[in-house]
């Protein structure tokens, strides 16, 4: 029988070739065999987490980490409700992709959290400061993910924390996208609380940010 | 004893023919950066070729530029398919809601007229203008989005990977179509003067889809499309990476290859020699804060890094210098060029 490192090797390869059924047929045996959902996260999370440092290697895709991402999440949408299983008690987290309208990277964080349990609003794309704001105020977020392509939509997260500063509203800003990437130290002079390099490094994120709350 | 300055041109060829000029070229691939030079909204600024005519040639004079680049903006294409383009302060423009709803939907879609577009024909206007104006002394760099990379903006990236993956005699068709667009496009502006055609593919990066499905896909449609456009082209992938993928660009027959500051220039040297001119590699984003110091030590690393023999051209790593990036960086950029590019290095 497979030890569990082989079962991760076996559905890493079968995401990173983008092999829907193969990926579905060890994800269903290994669900079947697990009774709690913690198991079927790491095999999920490890797989995607291990993507995600290759991508930052340069040795997978975009693409690749975008169709591994949609796959995990089809298969987690399938699971929970046969499994009766909750999704995580965790912070009030929301997404949104600020100006700009290419969803890709938002669409892969939020692939990647749904993938591992997380409820995630998505406020959807081209919104405004303004916009994003009333939204978080009206759904409670405790930690709001953003998203950009263009730099000069990067350098609005300061309009926007200038925004929630003037409502007395404390929200955590996670930022992520090409921009911060390209400049490292964009994040903190536009006033976020993190900024993500990859998709994965969202969960390290949110543990930091989301004082362990529920998020494990 | 001191040589006769060459021309821009001259220079540029040079350097592309993998032979050393007089000094490095620089190739400042200033765009909406004419609109801050004009004192203009980027509206306002592409609304008019006379407009980029005019800040083309005074941002030429000013930072010493080897080429003019009659680059507008990435969605003036997918405008001349009907889509709309969304204008913001100080960036570019972003393209409006993709003019494909559904991948069904690429079975009915037709490339559009060059002459039925008001922006393609700004563009080309402004071609015509630069080079009545300069003939053949300077460079005129016009840009053709790949048909490959082009979908992004048409249907959007998650729909397109759908097609790439699972949709092959989707992606055939729309292949087709673009194919169609861009060998049409570039030519037009090679018509109107350009010398050469920057080949924007993005997609043909390895940071953005897998090397191996790059080959049997977008590769495939570059070797097709540019041995159909009547001129050079330089392929530019936008930032991702390239080091992977350089011989395999360099036999689609472009002749200049973009690469961003994520690239191991040296690396990339060896590998490119002979084959393909190198054009970047300044990070676009990191010049928004330099000092005068940081420009100086940042271009004389990537000349002693590239510039040996030619085949090199001193660039940003992205196709675009940002709004942000102030003068005073531009023009540092600028003597460092003529200070540590004028060959033979030291």
Known sequence: MKGFEDLLDDFENALLKIDRINAASIFRGFTQ???????VEQLVVGSLDRIGEKWELGTVSLAQVYMSGRICEELIDEYLPKAKVNRKDSPRIAIALLIDRHALGKKIVTSLLRAAGYEV????DGLTPERIVEKTIESRIEILLISTLMYVSALKVEELRGQFDREGYRVKIIVGGAPFRLDEGLWERVGADAGSRTASDVFDLLEYLGDGKGVS | MSRQPMTSMERVMTAITHKEPDRVPLFLLL??????ELGMTVEEYFNKAENVVAAQRAMREKFQNDCYYTFFYA???????GSESFFVENGPPNAGVPILDTIEDVFHLEPPEISESPGLKRVLRATEMLKERVGNEVPIIGVAMSPFSLPVMQIGFEKYLEMIYFRKEAFDRLMKVNEAFCVAWANAQLAAGATAICYFDPLASPTVIEKEVYMRTGNVVA?????????????????????PVVHEIAQTGTAVLGFGSADDPVALKKEAEGRVCLIGNLNGLEMVHWTREQARQTVKTVIEQCGKGGGFILSDGH???PWQVSEETLLAVSEAVRLYGTYPLK
């Open chain 2, 223 to 243: 070797k097709r499309t540019i041995a159909k456009i009547r001129g050079a082209t330089a392929t530019h992938l936008a930032s991702g990476l390239t080091l």
């Open chain 2, 75 to 81: 969605s003036i294409e997918t405008e001349a398919f």
């Open chain 1, 121 to 124: 609003a998505d406020f959807g």
């Open chain 2, 319 to 321: 196709g675009e210098v």
């Open chain 2, 31 to 36: 765009s909406l950066y004419g609109a801050k």
């Open chain 1, 33 to 39: 065999e697990s009774k709690e959902f913690h198991p």
